[in-house]
Nanobody, 123 residues
Framework: QVQLVESGGGLVQPGGSLRLSCEAS????????IGWLRQAPGKEREGVSC????????YYSDSVKGRFTISRDNAKNTVYLQMNSLNPEDTAVYYCATDGGPYCYSDSVYDYWGQGTQVTVSS
């Protein structure tokens, strides 16, 4: 079974930075696109970013574009989300996920999820 584990969340002040990691087990990431999604209290999950299987294509939501950077190191079976210039609106549980395919789509239905990592931005 595919297993995804997120890490790197925490409490930061506005304007600060965090780097989230998503490590896979049970399979290698070589063939799979990985998306980052988040869910804030009282809100639906929203897509944040996605990276294709080989890193050639990336996607960012309008709310994070220019502040977040997604990358991957398939040799380490890990995808990263570098988050800069954080603001309180970024507070959420962040999840990594895959639909089992190699490419990113705005309407992807994700079959595999991690447990999530909490990001809190507050002064």
């Amino acid at each position: 079974q595919v297993q995804l584990v997120e890490s790197g969340g925490g409490l930061v002040q506005p304007g600060g930075s965090l780097r989230l990691s998503c490590e896979a087990s049970g399979y290698t990431l070589d063939y799979y696109a990985i998306g980052w999604l988040r869910q804030a209290p009282g809100k639906e999950r929203e897509g944040v970013s996605c990276i294709s299987y080989n890193g050639d294509n990336t996607y960012y939501s309008d709310s994070v574009k220019g502040r977040f950077t997604i990358s991957r190191d398939n040799a380490k079976n890990t995808v990263y989300l570098q988050m800069n210039s954080l603001n309180p609106e970024d507070t959420a549980v962040y999840y990594c996920a895959t639909d089992g395919g190699p490419y990113c789509y705005s309407d992807s239905v994700y079959d595999y999820w991690g447990q999530g990592t909490q990001v809190t931005v507050s002064s």
